[in-house]
């Protein structure tokens, strides 16, 4: 019984620290990414909140886990038993959809590039943006910078791109643009190129953390199960 208890409240502090970790990578990629995934124009929840929602949530039931298994609360260590059940379900199922809808997510940001393209110099936010991504990945244009020339801040420019094109400053804004002055790389080329190398493992990570939870599922249930009808306020007679 105290071997049963103290492994559970060993899980649940890995679950809440996991809850934590979470919390953290969620603000990092609200404030870091925020701007990037605003390019996307797919319909997909945004990643930071749901890293930011699921990670408050397993810190609170993270600690309510560990007291209901240091109290031997049967009522707790069932509702635990619970959220945990729903956090496999939850991470089965994101870790499989990051594998089957990546092709749509790709289009949906290739869909996001092109749409900034045409207002670009309108709005600000994603003309920022736009430039933000084009430094970081060191790419111009959707599939390259052509894509400029066509769009309407480049005709109103007689054919020029964005500096964030630009690998050095002088001699990059000709008309027409120098090409060996130029990012080479498309940002939709760069952008699949990233995911399509790491998606693989997030939804790995997802799988093993969903199937981690059964070790906490069938603690839980276990302890509840032998918890003393004493503690349950039952009296028993003979």
Known sequence: ???????????????????????????????SLGSYLALSASAYPSAPAILLATGVAVIIWGFLGCFGAATEHRGLLRAYSAFLAAVLAAGLAAGL??????????????????????????????ADALDALQRALSCCGVESYRDWLASPWGLEQNGSVPLSCCRARRGCQRRPPDARRLHRDG?????SAFVGSNMLCV???ALGLALLQLVG?????????????????ITTTR
Do not use: N
């Not at 409240?9 to 953290?24: C, D, E, Q």
């Open 1 to 31: 019984m105290t071997l049963l208890k103290l492994s559970l409240m060993a899980f649940s502090f890995v679950f809440w620290a996991a809850g934590l970790t979470m919390l953290i990578i969620g603000l990092w990629a609200k404030v």
């Open 97 to 126: 959809s990051a594998l089957l809808y990546r092709q749509s997510l790709a289009r949906g940001f290739q869909e996001g590039l092109r749409r900034a393209l045409l207002a670009y110099g309108e709005d600000d936010g994603v």
């Open 187 to 191: 940002c939709f080329g760069s952008v």
């Open 203 to 205: 939804a790995t990570a």
């Open 217 to 233: 599922i069938v603690l839980a249930c276990l302890l509840a199960a032998r918890v003393p009808a004493h503690l349950l306020g």
